[in-house]
Structures are given as structure tokens and as C-alpha cells.
């Protein structure tokens, strides 16, 4: 899979979440700190990131700033970006199954290594549910996005 991935902030558990990735056998691409001579501002790095998710030249983005808010709350401003911001396993499960989440928000000072692993782990074994309701809500998103362009 390619995984584009920013970070304003060149933390161990940004470069963690690269070599974690990339054991796993993803395509990674960096963005923001995480790439030398790249715009650092969470929002810059963030776009960049998302931005491949939305023009198909990435499968999913994994997107990171301080706290994990401004880096979700850029990257759903990018049409066709559905980011949740997980701070534990669960939740990522869940923004993969009942929101088809293909962007994850995570946070350089909350997540420590262990962490970040068992979201990961949740992360890319949660698939978009099929359940009628769920499928309803994310075109309901999917639609939203298309009233804003």
C-alpha cells in the first residue's frame, strides 16, 4: 500500500511510525519534517499528505502534529479526505469500520511506540463495514464534500 505520512515536528514517534510502516511493507511517503526542505507547518505538511489520498497517488495518509487536532481538522478540509484522529486502538478500528476513515490523525505527544503499533495494527485490519446505516453516513460525508467545491 502507499502511505503518504507528514509530521511538522522530526519526533522518535514520527520516525517510529516511518520504519513501522515500511517493515510492515508499505510504499511511505514523507512529507514535512519527515522530508528534507519541506514545508514544517502542520497545515502545509498535512495538505501535502492528503493530498495524495484525494488524487489517488496514495492509498491512505497517516498525518501527525502535537496534539493530532490541527493535522485532522486540515486534512478534512481536503475534499475526499475522511481523517479521524485515534489516540487508541479502538478507535482506530472504528474509524476504519463505521466511518471508512482513509486518513489517520495521530498525536507526537500522546502516542508512545507501544501505541502506536496497536493502532496501527487496528488501523489496517479495520475494513469499511457493509452495514446499510454506516454506508448511508459516509455518503452523507461524501456528499457534503461535493457541496462545498
Known sequence: MRISVSSD????????????????????RPHGALSPGDDTQWAACTEAAVREVADGTADQAVVCCWTGTGASIAANKVPGVRAALCTDAYTADGARRWNDANVLALSLRLTSEPLLKEILDAWFAG?????ADDRLNVDHVARLDASRA
Open 9 to 28: 515536528m522530526d519526533e522518535p514517534v514520527a520516525r517510529a511510525l516511518l520504519a513501522e510502516l515500511r517493515e510492515r511493507g508499505h510504499e511511505v
Open 127 to 131: 475494513a469499511p463495514s457493509d452495514d
